[in-house]
């Protein structure tokens, strides 16, 4: 099992373009998570989602979109990105709801200049 | 919301010696306690959990001890070796909330 895969790895910006971050997993996962971690900051929720076709807001869901079209897929996007958005991005997924272990991918350092 | 507060920020100790790390939060309705360890240039994870139905949880050199009361939890860990240098988040789930994570501790072990 390959667990939690995130793609790509590394990725520069420029303000006010867009991208796409991909997420997958293999487990079998419901639930799935994309937070952001800043120096300083630890880890902050943007957005979830509870199943397949659902999404919900975290705690810092402004300036981003998610989708959730497949069970095992997660999509993180920014449509016009701002330097503010420069951090590592890690997504997650659980089995069971946010009371259970959470498995995280290596992540994606993003930067936006 | 949720709150969680986690002390200290940077954590030196040596070799063979005990490192304790405290967190505490502000949801009284929080039932679940996780501690996850994050080494450089990885994802978190999970090292050990709690929930509000036991006051304390053990593996074998880790320990993670709860107090409803007070609102705090902190991890205990003896006998330090030079792998457990990482940083280590603490994090509580609130009622209806998903997870709220700690802003994490640098543990660093002098050999």
């Known amino acids: 099992n390959a667990g939690v895969t995130q793609t790509p790895k590394f990725r520069v910006l420029k303000t006010g373009q867009s991208m796409t971050l991909l997420c997958a997993q293999d487990m079998n996962h419901e639930y799935m998570y994309w937070y952001r971690q800043d120096p300083g900051m630890g880890l902050r929720l943007i957005h979830y989602s509870v199943g397949e076709g659902t999404t919900a807001k975290g705690e810092v869901p402004d300036g981003y979109n998610v989708s959730r079209l497949k069970k095992q897929n997660f999509l993180l996007g920014l449509e016009s990105a701002a330097p503010s958005q420069t951090s590592v991005y890690f997504c997650?997924?659980?089995?069971?709801?946010?009371?259970?272990?959470?498995?995280f991918g290596p992540g994606t350092r993003l930067t936006v200049t | 919301g949720e709150n969680v507060e986690q002390h200290p920020s940077t954590l030196s100790v040596q070799e063979g010696d005990s490192a304790v790390i405290k967190c505490t939060y502000s949801d009284s309705a929080s039932n679940y306690f996780p501690w996850y360890k994050q080494e450089l240039g990885k994802g978190p994870q999970l090292i050990i959990d709690i929930r509000s139905n036991v006051g304390e949880k053990k593996d074998q050199r880790i320990a993670v001890t709860l107090n409803k009361t007070a609102k705090h939890f902190s991890l205990h860990i003896t006998e330090t070796q030079p792998e457990d240098s990482a940083v280590y988040f603490c994090?509580?789930?609130?009622?209806?909330?998903?997870?709220?994570f700690g802003k994490g501790t640098r543990l660093s072990v002098i050999a």
């Open positions: 997650a997924s659980s089995y069971g709801g946010t009371a259970y272990e959470q498995y």
């Open positions: 994090a509580a789930k609130g009622g209806n909330t998903p997870l709220v």
